[in-house]
C-alpha cells in the first residue's frame, strides 16, 4: 500500500470517504465516531490528516481514489444505518435524476454558480429549489468526475457537457439580474 | 447613474439576506473539557496504560489502532488487550 | 455592419476609410469609458455597504457579506465580460473584415488598422485591469483584517489557558499551547483523562494559518512580481530603441545598439534574480507557518518541495 494510503488511527480512505458523506447528509459526528468506536481526539486528527494527504497528492491518485470511494456510496455496515437528514420525495426525485440525466447535473452546476456571482449561497439555493442537500450533491459530482477520469467519458462529450453548463448559467444569470433590477451595466451598449 | 448601482446592491442584499444560511455549524464558540466515564465499571478513564482501553476493566475507548498523528501518538495504544 | 460596407469609388477613398476606422476607435473608446465609470461607480458604493454588512452580522461565517461580495465580484466580471465580448465581435470582426477585404498588408492604411486595433485591445486590457485591480481591493478587505483576527485568537487563548480544569477532580489543567482540534489531557492531580475541545477561535487557527503567513511574507512577494516586471519594462525598453533606430543613421543605430546591450546585461541579471527572489519569499512563507503552526511543519515541508519543484520546471531547470 502506498503511504498515503495507510490508514490514519485505523480509518482507512474508504471509510473516512463514507463518513463523510454521512456527515455531510447531516449525521452528526458523535454517531459516527459511536459507529466507529473513536472518539471525538480521534475523528478531528482523522478528518484534519486525511485533509493534509489529499493536499499533498500532486498525482491525483489518492484523490481519484477518494472520488471512487465517495461514488460508491456507504457500504460499511457501522455507517449505513446511521441517521442522516430526511430527505424529502421530491429531493430524492431530484437526485435520482442528478445521478442518471446528466444534462440536469450540469444545469444545477451552472445554476449554482450563477448563484454565488449574484449574492447567494449556490449549495443552499439547490436545497431550497431542489431539496437535494450539499453532501447527496458532492457525491452526484463525484459519481460524474470518475467517469471522466476513468476514461469512460471522451473529450467530446467532456467539451458539450461544459459548453451545456456554461450555457444554462448564463440562462440562471439573466433570470437572477432579472431578479435584482437587472444588471449593473446592463443599460450601456457599444 | 450611481442609482444603477446603489440600487443594484440595495437589491441584492437584501435578496441575500432573506436566503437561509446553509447548515450552521454546530460547533460551540467555547472551548469545553470533558472526561469519560467507563460505561463498563464506571472508573474515570485515566492514562495509564495507553487511552485506547480503560486502565481498569479493559473497556474499548477506541476500537482502532492508533497511528502517529498530530497529538496522539502510536505510544497513546493501551498494551493489554 | 452596413455602415462600412459600401464600395469607396470616390477620390477620397482613403479619407474615408479612415474615417470610419476613426469613428469606431472613438465609440469603442466612449464604451469602454462608460463601463469604467460605472465599474468604479460600484465599487465605490460597494466599500460602505460591504463594511456595515460585515459589522452588523452576528453570523461568525459572516455569510451575507460573504454572499453580497462574491455578488458584487460577479458584476464585475459581468462587466468585463460585457467589454470582452464587444471587442470579439465590435473590434477584432470589424478589424478581420477590413483586413481580409481593402486594406491587406500593402495597402496605405494598412499600419493604420494595425494600430486602430492595438489602441483598442490596449483599452480593454487597462479597464480588465482595472476591473481586477478593484476586484483584488474587495477582497483584500479579508486580508487586511488577517493580524487582527490572529490577535484574536492569541488573546482568547491567553484569557482561557488557566480556566481549564479536570471535570473528574477540579485541578487545572496544564494547557500549555493553542490545541485548534480536541486533544486529551491528563489530570496531573488524578490522572483521569479529559478531552479538550476547542471553540471557535482557537479551531480558526489552522485555517488563517497560510493567509496570515502570506500577508506578513507579502513584501517579498511584491520584490518577485517587481523583478518579473522590471525584465519585462527592460524587454520593451531595448525593443523600442530597437525600432526608434530603424530609420536613423549608422552613428545614431551603433549608439542604440550599445544601449541596447546595456540593457540587456540588466535583464539578464533580472531573469537570473527572479527565481532567487522566488526561492526567499516561498522559504520566508513556509518558516512562518512553521512558526505559527508547528504541529503541521511535515505537511508544511511536503507543500513547500513540491511548489519549488513546479517552480523549478517553470524555470526550465
Redo the contacts between chains.
Keep these: 500500500m502506498a503511504n498515503n494510503l495507510?490508514?490514519?488511527?485505523?480509518?482507512s480512505l474508504e471509510d473516512y470517504a463514507q463518513i463523510v458523506i454521512k456527515i455531510t447528509s447531516?449525521a452528526s459526528i458523535e454517531s459516527i465516531c459511536k459507529a466507529?468506536?473513536?472518539?471525538i481526539?480521534?475523528w478531528e486528527?482523522?478528518n484534519?490528516?486525511w485533509g493534509q494527504r489529499m493536499k499533498e497528492d500532486t498525482d491525483f491518485k489518492l484523490i481519484m481514489l477518494y472520488g471512487d470511494y465517495f461514488a460508491a456510496g456507504v457500504t460499511n455496515p457501522k455507517l449505513v444505518n446511521i441517521d442522516t437528514n430526511i430527505i424529502s420525495a421530491e429531493g430524492q426525485g431530484n437526485l435520482d435524476r442528478l445521478k442518471n440525466d446528466r444534462y440536469f447535473y450540469e444545469e444545477l452546476c451552472g445554476a449554482r454558480t450563477a448563484a454565488y456571482n449574484?449574492?447567494?449561497?449556490g449549495?443552499?439555493?439547490i436545497?431550497?429549489n431542489y431539496g437535494i442537500?450539499?453532501g447527496d450533491f458532492q457525491s452526484v459530482a463525484m459519481h460524474h468526475m470518475s467517469k471522466r477520469n476513468n476514461g469512460s467519458e471522451d473529450i467530446m462529450e467532456t467539451k458539450a457537457f461544459l459548453d451545456y453548463q456554461r450555457e444554462k448559467q448564463e440562462e440562471y444569470e439573466a433570470k437572477f439580474a432579472a431578479?435584482?433590477?437587472?444588471?449593473?451595466?446592463d443599460?450601456i451598449e457599444f | 447613474?450611481?442609482d444603477?448601482?446603489?440600487?443594484?446592491?440595495q437589491?441584492?442584499?437584501n435578496?441575500?439576506?432573506k436566503?437561509?444560511?446553509?447548515?450552521e455549524?454546530d460547533?460551540?464558540?467555547?472551548?469545553?473539557?470533558?472526561?469519560?466515564l467507563c460505561p463498563n465499571c464506571g472508573a474515570?478513564?485515566?492514562?495509564?496504560d495507553g487511552?485506547t482501553h480503560c486502565a481498569y476493566c479493559g473497556y474499548?475507548?477506541?476500537?482502532?489502532?492508533?497511528?502517529d498523528?498530530?497529538?496522539?501518538k502510536k505510544e497513546?495504544n493501551s498494551e493489554h488487550v | 455592419m452596413a455602415f462600412f460596407s459600401k464600395k469607396k469609388t470616390i477620390p477620397n477613398m482613403y479619407e474615408d476609410l479612415q474615417a470610419q476606422i476613426d469613428a469606431r476607435r472613438e465609440r469603442w473608446f466612449v464604451f469602454i469609458d462608460k463601463l469604467n465609470t460605472?465599474a468604479e461607480?460600484?465599487y465605490l458604493?460597494?466599500l460602505p455597504?460591504l463594511n456595515a454588512?460585515k459589522a452588523s452580522d452576528s453570523?461568525?461565517?459572516k455569510?451575507?457579506y460573504n454572499?453580497?461580495l462574491s455578488?458584487?465580484c460577479g458584476?464585475l466580471a459581468n462587466m468585463r465580460s460585457k467589454a470582452y465580448d464587444a471587442q470579439d465581435r465590435e473590434i477584432s470582426d470589424f478589424y478581420d473584415y477590413l483586413r481580409h477585404g481593402e486594406i491587406t498588408a500593402l495597402h496605405p492604411l494598412s499600419r493604420y488598422l494595425t494600430e486602430f486595433r492595438n489602441d483598442c485591445y490596449d483599452r480593454f486590457t487597462e479597464f480588465e485591469q482595472s476591473i481586477n485591480m478593484k476586484t483584488d481591493k474587495l477582497r483584500e478587505v479579508e486580508r487586511d483584517e488577517i493580524e487582527y483576527e490572529y490577535a484574536k485568537i492569541i488573546d482568547s487563548f491567553n484569557a482561557?489557558k488557566d480556566k481549564?480544569?479536570?471535570?473528574?477532580c477540579g485541578h487545572l489543567?496544564p494547557v500549555e499551547r493553542i490545541?485548534f482540534?480536541s486533544?486529551?489531557?491528563?489530570c496531573p492531580a488524578?490522572?483521569?483523562?479529559?478531552?479538550?475541545?476547542?471553540?471557535?477561535s482557537?479551531?480558526n487557527l489552522q485555517f488563517i494559518a497560510k493567509k496570515l503567513a502570506e500577508k506578513r511574507c507579502e513584501h517579498l512577494l511584491n520584490a518577485y512580481q517587481n523583478e518579473i516586471q522590471n525584465e519585462r519594462d527592460l524587454y520593451f525598453k531595448a525593443h523600442n530603441i530597437k525600432l526608434d533606430s530603424i530609420h536613423k543613421n549608422d552613428r545614431e543605430k551603433a549608439i542604440a545598439q550599445e544601449q541596447i546591450e546595456a540593457i540587456h546585461a540588466e535583464r539578464k541579471r533580472s531573469i537570473e534574480n527572479a527565481p532567487h527572489l522566488y526561492n526567499v519569499y516561498l522559504r520566508a512563507l513556509y518558516d512562518e507557518m512553521n512558526r505559527i503552526l508547528p504541529?503541521?511543519k511535515e505537511h508544511h515541508e511536503k507543500l513547500y518541495l513540491e511548489q519549488i519543484n513546479q517552480k523549478g520546471e517553470n524555470y526550465g531547470k
Design positions: 495507510e490508514p490514519i488511527h485505523g480509518i447531516g466507529m468506536g473513536i472518539d481526539a480521534v486528527e482523522v484534519t490528516l449574484y449574492g447567494l449561497d449549495a443552499q439555493w436545497l431550497d442537500g450539499l431578479e435584482r433590477g437587472g444588471n449593473v451595466a443599460d | 447613474m450611481a444603477k448601482s446603489v440600487n443594484f446592491l437589491n441584492m442584499t435578496i441575500s439576506l436566503q437561509k444560511n446553509y447548515a455549524t460547533e460551540t464558540l467555547e472551548a469545553k473539557t470533558e472526561a469519560r474515570p478513564r485515566a492514562k495509564q487511552l474499548k475507548f477506541i476500537e482502532t489502532v492508533l497511528t498523528g498530530i497529538f496522539l497513546d | 460605472r461607480e460600484l458604493a460597494a455597504e454588512l453570523d461568525p461565517n455569510s451575507t454572499k453580497v455578488g458584487v458584476q482561557d481549564f480544569r479536570c471535570s473528574q489543567l490545541f482540534i486533544v486529551h489531557i491528563v488524578c490522572n483521569t483523562q479529559n478531552t479538550l475541545e476547542p471553540g471557535r482557537a479551531r504541529e503541521f
